[in-house]
């Protein structure tokens, strides 16, 4: 089980106030400084016994989240809340 966490400025994570936006120097910036987050640029999931990998930059690993670090937020998806 998975689910999305979205890290924004927004009203709504779906909003598109461009004012608004994390600009990916900013998010990486903020992933860099964060000693529980890692910058991967990729995730990988099992699914029936296939291996599912997507590619994008900004894709980061929340490790505090879970022993296996396995907690995923997504730019383009997902901008910061402050």
Known sequence: MGYNLYITRQVNWYD?????K????EW??????DAD???????NAVVHGKV???ERD???V???YSKTGKMVTRLGL???RG
Do not use: C, H, P, Y
């Open 16 to 20: 598109e106030d461009a004012s608004k």
């Open 22 to 25: 994390i600009s990916m120097e």
């Open 28 to 33: 990486k910036a903020t992933v860099e400084q």
């Open 37 to 43: 987050m890692r910058l991967d640029n990729e995730v």
């Open 52 to 54: 599912i990998k997507f």
């Open 58 to 60: 900004g894709i980061a």
């Open 62 to 64: 929340w490790t505090l």
């Open 78 to 80: 997902a901008t910061k």
